[in-house]
């Protein structure tokens, strides 16, 4: 997909729906909910157990117990037990197209588990009060309705799988909605699941998939303004720089004082760690992520693993880790800033920055250029997207088969020989798993000199070219050469002459192969009277 398509996307996501209810569950739980619903939908009672209640005209019941559900508002499909296995409910819909718009899960354990579940699913065991709330939610999502494409998502930077070799898989274990899964080697992101946590542009180490809006730019925009206003409105009285607090929802309601800079998001995880550093090398002194209790717990602990990163990060510079905090209460926090012993960087600098990778480095070198020497504070594991990748040279046979398959360029040939630049490295395993000789392994960490500096470490040098044994042109690297003679060497393709024929240029293989001399010139006939 070119860059044009991609900014060509549609900026939200419609869901049409007629106003068709499933309703499931226990007679007596379903019996407290029919007299709440509205005449405008039209439902289906799947029942368990006998209905002591009158039933609506507005409602069919039937007997039966849900046992598969999917779908989203809309475009719900479900199927009940039955004597032979799953039967479909699609014919007893009140749309008359085999889908249901809206569901009503009153069974003791969720049709649906996702920690955010899809639009037009609801479910409660509770009192007659909450089934209202719920109903009348249900309710409203009746006609046409529209959400924001939350994230957009470039499949060249995707580290998942490439030529069917596994890589990444941050996004899909993060996804708290199931709105991610793989197929044929390739993430796919449902828009209709995707309910815009952002958790997946928080984990994913290359930029592939980002909060659609705002934009990266819009926000370090946004967190620039808010950092000059507090330092203008302080004019000298304090030493300290200030805080910044990003949050979703009203700041006056969540405790924030005024006079704090703060930068309202759309949802907690969609600023990652990249933004975060940006911060402080804008100018402020601390970043406190504000959760305020209300987000899932995956989601928790996906921004909380990337705020150890970043922590690490800093203790690698040299700096104090907490300067980046994830706090659930604004009411007792210390607003206090720190001082900044670097001035702060220019918002023009840093936009400059193309992609996520680039962005986290350009802020690193900037916090990193007002401190002491480097060299001696790497800082090993604690899950960064940085780290190294390390060669056995004795298994190794220069066959690039990690170059070919490295998703950043981290790994290249240099004259020859393999080399490495960490600053590129995301750590995703591709090139471990690709390697046929099992010659790499990865492991993440961050050195501070060797990425910040750019450095390219060479894992294996140049092998001499191993000669045609017809001809003398050069074969290939001799570690390569050899090495696939001693792959195969025991297999009958290759027994007697056929093992010569890996020791052939590709000219000298050809003619062997079609039982030509030396010097017998190839030729190819050209019309089809020919060809006969």
């Not at 905090?325 to 600098?349: F, I």
């Not at 066959?399 to 360029?409: E, L």
Request: net charge neutral; glycine share 10%; proline share 8%.
């Amino acid at each position: 997909m070119s860059s044009r398509d991609r900014e060509a996307l549609p900026v939200s996501v419609v869901y049409r729906s007629k106003g068709s209810l499933l309703l499931c569950g226990p007679a007596d739980r379903v019996g407290v909910a029919l007299p709440l619903l509205p005449a405008s939908l039209k439902a289906l009672a799947l029942i368990t157990g006998d209905l002591a209640t009158a039933v609506p005209r507005n409602v069919q019941v039937v007997p039966g117990a849900l046992v598969q559900l999917r779908g989203h508002l809309g475009c719900f499909r479900a199927s009940a037990a039955g004597p032979g296995g799953p039967v479909d409910l699609g014919p007893l819909s009140p749309n008359g197209d085999g889908l249901f718009d809206l569901v009503l899960d009153l069974y003791e354990h969720p049709l649906i588990d996702s920690e955010v579940p899809p639009l037009g699913y609801a479910r409660t065991r509770g009192a007659a009060g909450e089934l209202s709330a719920r109903i009348q939610r249900l309710a409203t999502q009746v006609g046409t309705v529209n959400k924001p494409r939350y994230f957009s998502f470039d499949e060249r930077l995707c580290a998942h799988d490439r030529q069917g070799v596994p890589g990444c898989r941050n996004c899909l274990d993060a996804c708290p909605a199931d709105a991610i899964h793989a197929e044929g080697g390739a993430v796919v992101i449902d828009p209709y699941l995707c309910r815009g946590c952002g958790t997946c542009t928080l984990v994913c180490p290359t930029g592939a998939v980002r909060y659609a809006r705002p934009k990266p730019r819009v926000t370090l925009q946004r967190m620039a303004e808010a950092i000059d206003a507090a330092v203008h409105a302080s004019a000298g009285k304090t030493e300290s720089s200030p805080v910044l607090v990003i949050h979703a929802g009203d700041g006056k309601a969540l405790g924030i004082p005024a006079g704090v800079p703060a930068l309202p998001v759309p949802a907690p995880g969609s600023v990652g760690i990249e933004l975060w550093l940006a911060a402080l090398a804008l100018g402020a002194s601390r970043v406190l992520i504000l959760h305020s209790g209300v987000l899932t717990p995956t989601i928790v602990r996906h921004i909380e693993q990337q705020v150890e990163v970043a922590r690490g990060l800093l203790h690698a510079l040299g700096e104090a880790p907490e300067r980046i905090r994830l706090v659930a209460d604004a009411l007792r926090l210390d607003w206090g800033g720190m001082a900044n012993p670097w001035a702060p960087m220019g918002t023009d600098r840093l936009a400059l920055a193309e992609g996520k990778r680039a962005l986290l480095l350009a802020a690193l070198g900037h916090i990193a250029d007002s401190l002491p020497d480097l060299a001696d504070r790497s800082e090993p594991g604690f899950g960064a997207p940085f780290g190294e990748i390390t060669c056995d040279p004795r298994r190794c046979t220069l066959c690039q088969a990690c170059v070919g398959i490295c998703p950043s360029g981290a790994l290249h040939t240099r004259g020859g020989a393999l080399t490495f630049t960490a600053a590129d490295c995301v750590q995703c395993g591709l090139c471990v798993n690709a390697c046929p000789e099992g010659a790499l392994s990865a492991a993440p960490g961050f050195d501070p000199h060797a990425v910040l500096a750019r450095d390219e470490r060479t894992l294996k040098e140049a092998s001499d070219a191993f000669p045609c044994v017809v001809c003398g042109a050069p074969v290939g690297p001799r570690s390569l050469v050899e090495g696939s003679i001693a792959r195969v060497r025991e297999h009958p393709m290759f027994q007697g002459d056929g093992l010569r024929l890996l020791k052939m240029c590709m000219r000298c293989r050809q003619k062997a192969t079609l039982g030509l001399d030396d010097g017998t010139p190839m030729t190819f006939s050209h019309t089809r009277e020919e060809n006969r």
